[in-house]
């Protein structure tokens, strides 16, 4: 069974930083397209950020342009988001997911494997 494992995340200041790491559990996964969402409760998903399955397009939401970081370890088959001068309406449970993608994958709607979700919270 595929799986998109998430860590990282947590409790931080406003300014300050976290990473989350999303690991999958096959290799063939080196060719898909990875993407981060986030949500906050009774809201719906996010864009975030979105990488493409060769590294070559990167995509960031406006909110997030300059603070946040989307890269990806073909070894470890995992993307990272590292999220840089967080600020308090970054607070949410934020998502990986992935999958076979032409487009810019930008649309929650273009991704097949997603992650268990992990809360971020940035105190003021």
């Known amino acids: 069974q595929v799986r998109l494992v998430q860590s990282g995340g947590g409790l931080v200041q406003a300014g300050g930083s976290l990473r989350l790491s999303c690991a999958a559990s096959?290799?063939?996964?080196?060719?898909?397209?990875w993407g981060w969402f986030r949500q906050d409760p009774g809201k719906e998903r996010n864009f975030v950020a979105a990488?493409?399955?060769?590294?070559?397009?990167?995509y960031y939401a406006d909110s997030v342009k300059g603070r946040f970081t989307i890269s990806r370890d073909i070894a470890k088959n995992t993307v990272y988001l590292q999220m840089n001068s967080l600020q308090p309406e970054d607070t949410a449970l934020y998502y990986c997911?992935?999958?076979?993608?032409?487009?810019?994958?930008?649309?929650?709607?273009?991704?097949?494997?997603w992650g268990q979700g992990t809360q971020v919270t940035v105190s003021s």
């Open positions: 990488i493409s399955w060769n590294g070559v397009s990167i």
């Open positions: 997911a992935a999958a076979e993608i032409t487009g810019r994958g930008i649309d929650e709607s273009e991704y097949d494997y």
């Open positions: 096959r290799r063939t996964f080196r060719t898909y397209a």
